[in-house]
């Protein structure tokens, strides 16, 4: 009889311990790769449709991510010379993102956005021009090497700097 207790109580525990390390890994933020421009070219178009008109792509000022499980976020600066003074001041990019994003209190469904940075706020918007959100941004006098657009690593991990110039915002996948 005692063998027979001790039998349904260890296939209790071999599920549980089977389980455990799914429950952990779901809680653990997920590991990405930057990818510098060489590497998002590949993947970017050349040119991007945004409030009515498409612009082309300026290819050496890109960056993105790579997450483990294959899903990227894309950040490229564009040519806005064909858009009116008012856009031109809010749209500076275009960002690519197949997973949810956060940027601080906001969350940014997977989608294609123009994105920019005005005074001391980061500011999204859909393709019709519309604003989604704002956050604030931080200007980084310590950085060595500003480049026109990049992604750096945050102060922790799973979080990302999505930099134009010395003008930065942190972002996040959402969980």
Do not use: W
């Not at 653990?28 to 409030?51: C, G």
């Not at 500076?92 to 994105?115: I, N, S």
């Amino acid at each position: 009889m005692h063998v027979l207790r001790s039998v349904p109580s260890a296939a209790v525990l071999a599920a549980a311990l089977l389980v455990m390390p799914l429950c952990v890994s779901a809680q653990v933020p997920a590991s990405a790769t930057i990818l510098h421009a060489a590497d998002a070219t590949r993947l970017l178009p050349d040119a991007v449709y945004f409030a009515g008109k498409s612009a082309g792509t300026q290819a050496r000022n890109s960056a993105g991510l790579r997450y483990s499980d294959g899903a990227n976020v894309l950040a490229v600066l564009v040519d806005t010379s064909g858009y009116s003074t008012s856009v031109q001041e809010k749209y500076q990019g275009y960002l690519l993102t197949e997973v949810a994003l956060d940027f601080g209190a906001h969350r940014l469904p997977a989608g294609a956005y123009g994105v920019g940075f005005v005074g001391d706020h980061f500011g999204v918007m859909d393709i019709g021009s519309h604003d989604l959100l704002q956050t604030a941004a931080t200007h980084d006098a310590a950085m060595t090497r500003p480049r026109p657009l990049q992604i750096l690593q945050g102060s922790s991990p799973g979080v990302y700097r999505l930099c134009f110039g010395r003008s930065c915002v942190d972002f996040h996948r959402a969980k």
